[in-house]
C-alpha cells in the first residue's frame, strides 16, 4: 500500500518542479521579447512549424470525432504555442512595445470553404464574406486559445464530454489554420523576417 504522505510529498514536490518550469519559460521568453527580430523569427518558425502539420491532415476526417479520441490528443501534441504565449507575459513597458506595434498590423483571414467563425459579442459565429479583418494579436490570440482549449479537453473522460455542446473539430481546425496563414501572411512582409520568408 502507498504512503499516503510520501504520496503527498510527491505531487507538491512535482507541482512545485512544474512552477520552476513555468516561471523558468516565462522569464526566458521576457528577455527575448526584448529582442523584436529574434522574437519575431521564433514565432515565424513556430507558426509555419504548425501550418506544416495542418497541412499533413484531413480536416475532413477530424469531424466526428470526441475531443478526447486519441488521433486529436496526437494531434494538439503536435501544436506549439509556447512563443505565441509569450506574447502576452506582462512587461513594465508593454505598451513602448516596438514588438507590439508590430503585432497590431492588421491582415485578411480568409474564409475557407465558408467555415470561418468569428467571435461577436461574446459568441462565435460564421463569417458570411469571403474574409474577414484581425490584427496579429488577435489572430494570435484566437491561436492560442483554441488551441489551449481543444489541449484541456482532450484529457476529459467520455462521460465528461457528455455536458458539453457538441464541437466541430474540424472546423476549429480550419480556423486556426487560416489564422495561422494570416499570420504567417503578415509576418513574411516584415523586415525581422522577410529574409527567412517562405
Do not use: C, W
Request: glycine letters at 2%.
Amino acid at each position: 500500500m502507498t504512503n499516503p504522505i510520501s504520496t503527498g510529498l510527491e505531487i507538491a514536490e512535482n507541482s512545485l518542479n512544474l512552477i520552476d518550469k513555468l516561471i523558468d519559460k516565462i522569464d526566458k521568453y521576457k528577455q527575448i521579447k526584448k529582442d523584436t527580430t529574434t522574437f519575431l523569427r521564433l514565432l515565424y518558425l513556430e507558426v509555419l512549424g504548425n501550418l506544416e502539420i495542418l497541412n499533413v491532415i484531413d480536416f475532413k476526417a477530424y469531424k466526428s470525432l470526441n475531443p478526447n479520441d486519441p488521433n486529436i490528443k496526437s494531434l494538439i501534441k503536435l501544436l506549439s504555442t509556447n512563443v505565441s504565449e509569450a506574447i502576452f507575459y506582462k512587461e513594465d513597458d508593454t505598451n513602448k512595445s516596438n514588438l507590439y506595434e508590430k503585432l497590431q498590423k492588421q491582415g485578411q483571414v480568409k474564409n475557407r470553404e465558408r467555415k470561418l467563425l468569428k467571435l461577436e459579442d461574446g459568441q462565435e459565429r460564421l463569417v458570411k464574406g469571403k474574409f474577414i479583418y484581425e490584427n496579429i494579436l488577435q489572430a494570435i490570440s484566437f491561436v492560442v486559445t483554441k488551441i489551449q482549449v481543444l489541449r484541456e479537453l482532450s484529457h476529459l473522460k467520455d462521460e465528461e464530454l457528455e455536458i458539453l455542446k457538441p464541437i466541430k473539430i474540424d472546423i476549429r481546425l480550419i480556423n486556426i489554420n487560416q489564422r495561422l496563414l494570416m499570420i504567417k501572411s503578415s509576418l513574411d512582409k516584415m523586415p525581422e523576417v522577410k529574409e527567412m520568408a517562405r
